[in-house]
């Protein structure tokens, strides 16, 4: 009996370890924001061809209409600097963070992310990207902890850098940014864009956590029932052999 007992709290120490460490490395895509968040974007700019429109954008504003489980409903408005509406003003689409799709369709960059992701995570639809860090930055007097997704694309033809900036609380994208070199005759050719929040009621309702707290992963409900379960039974042997 003696020889059981010690695989047996080698078994269970084992499970109780897996268990965990399980709610580490999955990853649970939930929205983090409300009905009634909107974020503004300004600062646009614009240089090279096909950018130079930016210069002209006064403002863009997505509002947070509908949250229904895993899908958030944004409502786009907004105009030039010339007060006229920009293409596309007044349309509401519903964005997947779990999926990663626009209305359906699967979209690699969209406004919103899933809330409370860490470096590493995957960024959906599956099998693209990752958040290559999370830092500090502030944002309109506010610090924010925030989820930095880099993109580098290298062809013959161009190389091209995007740099997407998401607040981790609530997911939604803060700043954008893009500079493309094409590999073009007689001498490379060069363009960018960029924009960034100048407005939002996220970040009042959405606080960062005191980095003098440690934030620690929640065991679900799974597999605390899992672990219970397998030290019942544990315990059943043991007592039977007794």
Known sequence: MKNLKF???IILATVILFALALPVFAVDYNPGVTVGQYI??????GNGQGFEAFNDYGFLKLQVTSVSDKQVTLLSTGQ??????????GTRTIWNIETGTEDGTPSTQGPIIAANLNQHDTIPPPDTYSVNQSVSRTYLGSMRTVNLLIIEINTSDYNSTLTYVYDKLSGILLESSSQTTTQSEPQPVASSYSYSIIETNIFSSTPNPSPSVPEFPILTLEVVVVVLMVVTAALILIKRRK
């Not at 503004?40 to 700019?45: E, H, P, V």
Request: aromatic share 16%; net charge positive; hydrophobic share 20%.
């Open 80 to 89: 030039f600097k010339n007060g006229t509406t920009l293409p596309g003003n």
């Open 40 to 45: 503004k974007y300004g600062n646009f700019s």
């Open 7 to 9: 695989p047996l709290s």
